[in-house]
């Protein structure tokens, strides 16, 4: 069995996910983008693992987006996304909040048509591996 462990930016709230992780999808629909404030949210999901709060999980509050099925979960101290579980038992976990390296590389891009147009033609834009000077 595969064992993950996470945290918020503050790290108020610590949790573990015990189990297989089945998808890994950077979703670049309009919700996600609102949510992440970026392109795209990297979310890992499972019908099976196990999500157990190891520490502040009375400091987890999630955001549901009225008349969708678009959740949310973060910490209300940070605001750091956490994980949740949506319909039928769907555990969601934003895959930037996770402590332990994740092997698995991403399963699909999904919701392209509402991709951010800056997002286009990266190729030759500058890397640093740290702050700029």
Request: hydrophobic content about 35%; charged content about 15%; glycine content about 8%.
């Amino acid at each position: 069995m595969t064992n993950y462990v996470g945290s918020c930016l503050c790290g108020n709230a610590k949790f573990e996910v015990r189990g297989k992780l089945e998808s890994f999808y950077l979703c670049h629909c309009q919700h996600c983008q609102k949510d992440t404030g970026s392109a795209y949210a990297a979310n890992l999901f499972s019908q099976s693992a196990k999500l157990t709060w190891l520490a502040g999980s009375d400091s987890v509050t999630t955001f549901i987006l009225p008349g969708t099925r678009h959740k949310r979960s973060f910490c209300k101290f940070c605001g750091s996304a956490l994980p949740s579980i949506h319909e039928v038992g769907l555990l969601a976990i934003p895959a930037g909040c996770l402590d332990t390296k994740v092997s698995m590389s991403p399963t699909a891009h999904i919701f392209t048509s509402s991709k951010a147009n800056w997002e286009n033609d990266l190729g030759d834009t500058p890397e640093f591996e740290g702050l700029p000077e």
